[in-house]
């Protein structure tokens, strides 16, 4: 078995020195480091990027919301009456432009609490309308407000 995997080594350093498009092994190195630093050279905007992108993937956190359903716009039918309103202290203004918009209960699939926060109206003259429920007809309907 020796005999055989010696000759089989003798064959193939054989072969390497007959082949005749082959380099020397130090020119053949030299070339791949060569080759290597102009890759390098030319692509390292990209590699650059690869390397941020890859530091940011590894560095940042995955956070998961639960998927609420859509806010509803306009009216809706809703399951029955909202829950009682909570009263709400108004925290200090944040600025003479400011509105306060006082919490209230907001359909979303369910009955939700909406707190009460401080906004600025979207142009001169808007008036904020707060959400209102009625009661048509034997049915509960929402009825989103808003700026108008």
């Known amino acids: 078995m020796q005999r055989f995997l010696c000759r089989l080594h003798d064959e193939a350093r054989r072969h390497r020195q007959n082949t005749p498009n082959r ?5 053949a190195h030299n070339m791949r480091s060569l080759n290597l630093k102009k890759l390098m050279r030319k692509n390292l905007p990209l590699l650059f990027a690869l390397l941020v992108g890859a530091a940011l993937c590894l560095t940042s956190g995955c956070v998961v919301y639960p998927v609420a359903p859509a806010p509803v716009v306009g009216e809706v039918d809703v399951a029955g009456a909202p829950p009682p309103l909570i009263v709400e202290a108004a925290p200090p203004s944040p600025g003479v432009d400011f509105v306060w918009i006082g919490g209230s209960w907001v359909w979303n699939g369910r ?10 109206p979207p142009h001169p003259g808007a008036v904020w309308v707060a959400h209102r429920y009625e009661y048509r007809n034997g049915r509960h309907v929402f009825v989103r407000g808003g700026w108008r």
């Open 111 to 120: 009955w939700v609490w909406e707190h009460g926060r401080w906004d600025r």
């Open 23 to 27: 380099p020397p092994p130090a020119v």
